[in-house]
């Protein structure tokens, strides 16, 4: 059965200015969406709202995943879920190494539900099978395995952020994941590995929501559903040549009409 993201009507607001307007948008496991817009049109405010950062207030609306109302739950608990974000801008964080923070990440996982102390056994045999799979997961992004023990993200290049927040993806295999402009600052040759990341676990068990300015990306992931965002709403919906159509003819066609039709609607 698939797992469900169903976004109803969600308006968010950030420091009493209203970001996105009205948002409905259902994600299940087994498909790719891709939403798409100009800048400022609210995509990374859905993407932050929909992990349950405290900046962005939920005034309206539903955000469901496998049922539940998830709109009051911190984001470890969507986390847990099985909801993931890779950031647009992944944070460096000083004396943690990125080995080290994916092994806490991952036990976390394995855990939920559990009570009492863990068999220390048990727990030496899932770290060696941690640390084969993350040797795995870096040659596929192809990742040198010494960053595994730096410091995480700290001195990376932009493409190497990126990287590591798809080898946590991996790590994690969360059943929905948003990717919030993953590809932006990649070289051609980065956007092609990370997309072939992500296309190694599409199947009936994961989902995925791509957010993104640019065809590049999205012609590697040939994503099954495309949305554009414009002004906190989606505005127009349909398969993979909307990219193409978005493409030759930009965003301004869309933007006219969306202002024309809400000049009707004032009337």
């Known amino acids: 059965m698939a797992s469900v993201l169903e976004i109803k009507d969600l308006h968010v607001s950030v420091e009493g200015k209203e970001i996105l307007k009205g948002v409905t948008l259902t994600v299940k496991t087994g498909e790719v969406h891709s939403i798409m817009g100009p800048n ?20 309206h609306g539903e955000i469901l995943f496998k049922g539940q109302n998830i709109v009051e739950l911190e984001p470890n608990e969507r986390a847990r879920l099985g909801l993931f974000l890779a950031f647009q801008y992944p944070l460096e964080i000083q004396g943690v190494p990125l080995g080290r923070f994916l092994w806490a990440a991952k036990k976390a996982m394995m855990e939920q539900g559990t009570d009492g102390p863990t068999d220390k056994k048990a727990d030496a045999k899932a770290l060696s099978q941690f640390r084969k799979e993350l040797q795995e997961k870096m040659k596929l ?8 023990q730096r410091y995480l993200n700290v001195g990376f290049s932009g493409g190497e952020k990126k990287r590591a927040e798809i080898v946590q993806m991996h790590i994690l295999k969360p059943e929905i994941a948003i990717l919030d402009e993953t590809d932006s600052g990649l070289d051609i040759d980065s956007v092609k590995i990370v997309a072939e990341a992500v296309n190694q676990l599409r199947g009936s068990d994961f989902g995925a929501l791509v957010i993104t300015h640019y065809q590049r990306i999205l012609n590697f992931l040939k994503p099954d559903y495309v949305h554009v965002m414009i002004d906190g709403r989606i505005v127009r919906s349909g398969d993979e040549s909307l990219v193409h159509e978005l493409e030759a003819k930009g965003y301004d066609w869309l933007m006219n009409k969306t202002n024309n039709n809400a000049k009707v609607m004032e009337r």
């Open 141 to 148: 992004l192809k990742m040198d395995e010494s960053f595994a």
């Open 40 to 59: 400022g049109s609210g995509k990374s405010t859905l993407a932050l709202a929909l992990m349950g950062h405290p900046k962005y207030e939920v005034t």
